[in-house]
């Protein structure tokens, strides 16, 4: 048995949380271009665009399998936060090895130089600060979109087309546009108000 596009997330996400192996691969295959795509959006340090392939894609099956779709969000919304999240994770653990391994050839190097090299890595209070301020903007992004608009950029921010928007969300063409539409001016009034606060 398999399933089709005419099968709503929802109900591929509660058959796959029971164990229905099936449903999550549609799920997976149904959201790989999604991961793909914001996989794009990343480099990771020793790495190439197959291994962000391969992080986003993983993260993606996390996803299908630790979707609720009791809480309220989309399951391209959520997908999409998981995705994001384990590739930045990735990112970061690669940058901090690369670091500690130029660190440690410096130090050999440098071993008997009388001055200290200056670190360009953010103090604690600059990560709390930079922590906070895009808390804050990602809170005003979901209040300035509804879901439903948040769920159709995502979407096609991640290169999905028209075609496949409608179909995954069950919305007309012509649905979308508008969503897109609105979605695009909301965020431009917000960013607007984030440049000229007064």
């Known amino acids: 048995m398999s399933y089709g596009k005419d099968i709503p997330d929802k109900r591929l996400a509660e058959l796959a949380r029971a164990g229905d192996r099936l449903a999550e691969s549609a799920l997976v295959q149904r959201y790989a271009p999604l991961a793909e795509g914001l996989s794009r959006g990343f480099f990771l340090a020793g790495g ?16 299908v399998r630790s979707y609720d779709p009791e809480r309220g ?78 769920e159709v950029l995502m979407l096609y921010l991640a290169s999905v087309s028209y075609k496949e928007i409608s179909e995954r969300l069950g919305m007309t063409a012509k649905q979308v546009d508008n969503a897109l539409y609105h979605a695009k001016k909301k965020l431009a009034r917000l960013m607007d108000s984030l440049k000229n606060p007064n």
């Open 73 to 150: 969000a989309g399951f391209p919304t959520y997908a999409a936060v998981c995705i994001r999240s384990r590739l930045r994770d990735a990112v970061k653990a690669a940058g901090a090895m690369k670091n500690a391994l130029l660190s440690d050839s410096v130090r050999i190097d440098s071993a008997d130089e009388p001055y200290d090299l200056v670190s360009d890595e953010l103090s604690p209070e600059e990560m709390y600060i930079a922590k906070e301020a895009k808390e804050a903007f990602f809170d005003a992004v979901g209040e300035a979109l509804g879901e439903r608009d948040r």
């Open 48 to 63: 190439d665009a197959d291994d962000l392939k391969q992080i986003a894609m993983i993260a993606l099956l996390e996803a």
